[in-house]
């Protein structure tokens, strides 16, 4: 019993990791992409289409990823290039993506999809109860660790990472030191794309092996608050998702067993429980400070 | 003064005798348009190995546009630039710093957010391991007598520390010509001579330093030469060691300055109109400063003024005086009327009036007319501008009109929106749509901050009027010649300590240096 809950606890909080790890990255370098929950639902669509047509699991991932990163691609260009405002762009984004995933998806509606295999690794697998918890999932919850691990080595112990931290941090001076702040940008942008992408093939190819018109139901959303609240610490971020992956399980284990309490309060409960955790984290204002980039959101136009 | 104005012919031939073989850096006929401004109109500059060459000139002369051309952060629209006789094109800050140009910033390019050592790193282009590179930065940094430590964030130190950085940065490029804008505006005069220990090291070892100052006493203590632009164009070229800052000053304006004194009318002392009594606050954040024990009396008909160095909490006296930051009652006293706890349009009522540091976002809002500005900050003191909730347009118009003529605000057209004014014609908005008042208390911080002298002169002038007409005024200024010319009363911010205001006649620079570099502090712990 316990396992299963476990299993269902990394499979609940994947999704947000994977998304929010690549926002991180995004807003690391200063570009706030609210397009999320677009990006990802545009990925969880594409994902299911191509592994249904084709058949092949691994052509579904990458065609999600490139689904998220052209989303991602469109909103770089408008907000970096043309230099429209980031917030009303991102909103855009996601009504474009939930919009044009339900046009894409029309057709699969209702089509049994084809679930990932989960890969077995050899000898870790064996170990009674870690085993089957850790070593015995799919592919994409591997990526996903390797992602947190990857991401917080770049940012901070290489130097591209202290480029693109500085370039959030004042890209009037990254400027004047000669490095280019929209190419950098760019290249962010379009790598958090490719995870939301990710993330959302993971909903439809791993989470539930279907297509359900608004699938992402707000996880993307989610991701971005735990951004937000994880102070843009990557480590944090797996706090977070795996927090509100817990207590989303949880609950609904609860509401199996019925108890006295109302429904509507059990379900809010996730959201209340990572609010909580993550502010009570975040309460060192200094360190918080430091790790916000402090140009998030604001728009650069060189003086060239 | 009826100087004639040189033309760009006589500085070619300053130019051609000047460049030899020690020629570092030589700019010939450089151009940069932005728009319909000619902000660069074909200069000439040569610079030598080893000498420190002054760059002179009213606040849009084109100063910073030439450097920045010199840097590869613009690109020039005409003319061409010589690098050890040979024809270059710099086209971004790593070319410049692969030919050896180095710049400190006038506004510190640095981040904040992260150490010393990734600030460094970021400038550098092969900075190698991280701990060596902390190495280095201490060896370097101990050498020059400019100590750091590689591990300190940004944000925590004091900007004299932060000039530290850049300088130390600079130098780690190991650059044949460091470039360096305005680099003695925030320290003390203490630290001040060590940055000059530090340039005549630097010159008698064979690098040239482009020195763009507006401290003309400076100038004339440590450069060698200097090139004087006025509208984009070279002016005149000379020695400053043969001038005085009062003729290097009219050189840059083209006509002589007006100088204001406060020494020439005795002021009238008054009762006490404003008085602050053991203030204190907290941090508001981690990055702010809190005030300790603030007291000060402020009397009627004299002009106080508070140096410091920036980041001593000027910003949050500033505040706690005007009522953007509550206090206890008690502590901000105007005209015998407890009044820390009341908000600024109180105390406005009081007859007191505030004009911020940060003239464009604080002091005025950037997207609005003037004509609407001025309702923002007087709709209830009695000027008529709103009446029964009703903007009065024609009055604010009227009003607007006045204080365009009184106080000399340049405009292209009727009634722009602020952000359309330069920073000079602005600030004078700001100062003048307050004195317009004549407010019995006035508080201004930095009244003179980048504007030109011309309009600083009129600036101080009406401050000084002001307080001799009967009002209180406190200055909040980190310019010591702008402090002595008119305070009847010196104090000093350090650390959020101010120290005894005393009579301008008892201070001096060297007393007030130390009482910046943390005198203060150790006078407002013993008291």
Redesign the interface.
């Known amino acids: 019993m316990f396992e299963a809950v476990l299993l269902t606890i990394i499979t609940a909080a994947t999704p947000l990791l994977i998304a929010a790890i690549g926002e991180l990255v995004v807003e690391r370098s200063g570009v706030l992409n609210l397009g999320v929950e677009g990006m990802m639902i545009m990925g969880a669509v594409v994902g299911f289409a191509v592994a249904n047509q084709t058949g092949s699991g691994t052509l579904g991932v990458i065609a999600a990823i490139a689904a998220g990163m052209a989303m991602s691609a469109l909103f770089g260009f408008l907000v970096l290039v043309l230099v429209t405002n980031q917030v009303a762009t991102g909103l855009a984004l996601t009504i474009l993506g939930i919009g044009f995933s339900g046009l894409i998806g029309e057709a699969f509606i209702g089509i049994p999809g084809l679930k990932l295999p989960d890969l077995y690794i050899p000898g870790l697998s064996d170990i009674p109860f870690i085993g089957p918890v850790f070593f015995q999932q799919d592919a994409l919850v591997y990526i996903s660790f390797a992602l947190v691990i990857a991401v917080a080595y770049f940012l901070f112990r290489t130097?591209l990472g202290?480029?693109l931290?500085?370039v959030g941090?004042?890209h009037?001076?990254?400027?004047?030191?000669?490095?280019s702040v929209i190419r950098i940008r760019f290249a962010a942008v379009l790598f958090g794309g490719a995870c939301a992408g990710l993330a959302g093939a993971y909903m439809s190819l791993a989470y539930t092996p279907q297509w359900v018109e608004n699938m992402t139901a707000g996880r993307g959303w989610i991701a971005l608050a735990l951004v937000v609240f994880s102070s843009w610490l990557p480590l944090r971020v797996v706090i977070g998702a795996y927090l509100f992956g817990a207590v989303s399980v949880l609950n609904l284990h609860a509401q199996a067993v019925e108890l006295d309490i109302p429904s509507q309060l059990l379900s809010s409960l996730p959201y209340l429980a990572t609010i909580l955790v993550l502010v009570l984290i975040s309460a060192n204002?200094?360190l918080t400070?430091?790790?916000?980039?402090?140009c998030l959101g604001k728009p650069f136009v060189p003086?060239? | 003064m009826a100087e004639t104005v040189t033309t760009t012919g006589d500085a070619n031939t300053g130019r051609q005798s000047r460049s030899g073989k020690d020629t570092l850096l030589d700019a010939r006929g450089l151009t940069k348009r932005f728009g319909d401004i000619l902000a660069n109109d074909r200069v000439d500059l040569v610079i030598n190995r080893g000498e420190i060459h002054a760059l002179l000139g009213e606040n849009g002369a084109g100063k910073s546009t030439l450097v920045k051309m010199f840097y590869g952060s613009l690109e020039p629209d005409g003319g061409e630039i010589l690098w050890q006789g040979h024809r270059v094109d710099i086209g971004n800050p790593a070319a410049a710093r692969d030919l050896g140009i180095g710049m400190v910033f006038q506004h510190f390019s640095l981040f904040e957010a992260l150490s010393v050592v990734e600030n460094i790193a970021l400038a550098l282009p092969n900075p190698g391991r991280m701990s060596d590179l902390s190495n280095r930065i201490q060896t370097v940094s101990r050498d020059y007598g400019l100590p750091l430590n590689p591990n300190d964030i940004v944000a925590d130190l004091p900007v004299g520390i932060r000039q530290r950085i850049e300088i130390v940065r600079c130098l780690l490029q190991e650059p044949q010509l460091i470039i360096m804008d305005e680099p003695t505006s925030v320290l003390t005069p203490q630290e001040a001579d060590l940055l000059f220990l530090t340039l005549e090291r630097l010159a008698k070892e064979g690098c040239a330093v482009l020195y763009i100052s507006h401290r003309l006493e400076e100038v004339k203590r440590i450069c060698h030469h200097a090139t004087i632009l006025r509208h984009g164009q070279v002016v005149r070229e000379c020695d400053p060691t043969k001038e005085t800052p009062a003729s290097l000053a009219s050189m840059m304006v083209g006509a002589d300055v007006a100088s204001v004194s406060a020494s020439s009318q005795k002021p009238v002392i008054g009762e006490t109109r404003l008085a602050l009594k053991n203030l204190s606050a907290k941090a508001a954040t981690p990055f702010a400063t809190a005030l300790n024990n603030i007291s000060l009396d402020l009397r009627a008909g004299e002009v106080v003024a508070i140096a410091g160095v920036a980041g001593n909490g000027q910003g949050e006296l500033f505040d706690a005086i005007s009522g953007e930051m509550p206090l206890a009652a008690d502590m901000v006293v105007l005209d015998g009327k407890p009044c820390g706890n009341r908000n600024i349009t109180w105390r406005r009522r009081q007859k007191a009036a505030f004009v911020p540091e940060e003239r464009l976002g604080h002091g005025a809002v950037p997207g609005m007319k003037l004509s609407q500005n001025i309702v923002l900050t007087r709709h209830s003191t009695g000027d008529k501008l709103v009446n029964a909730a009703f903007v009065s347009t024609a009055n604010a118009g009227k009003m607007e009109q006045r204080i365009k003529k009184t106080f000399d605000v340049r405009m292209s057209h009727d009634d722009p929106e602020a952000r359309s004014l330069s920073g000079g014609n602005l600030q004078k908005f700001v100062v003048g749509r307050e004195l317009d008042r004549k407010p019995g208390v006035l508080i201004v911080n930095q009244p003179t901050w980048g504007v030109d002298a011309g309009a600083a002169a009129l600036i101080r002038q009406a401050l000084i009027d002001l307080a001799r007409s009967g009002s209180a005024v406190l200055v909040i200024s980190q310019d010591l010649d702008e402090i002595f010319e008119i305070a009847d009363r010196i104090a000093v911010i350090s650390r959020g300590y101010l120290s005894e205001a005393e009579p301008t006649d008892n201070m001096n620079r060297e007393r007030v240096g130390l009482l910046m570099a943390g005198g203060a502090e150790a006078q407002g712990e013993v008291a």
């Open positions: 130097r202290l480029v931290r500085s941090d004042n009037g001076s990254a400027h004047a030191l000669g490095y204002r200094r400070l430091v790790n916000t980039p402090a003086d060239r």
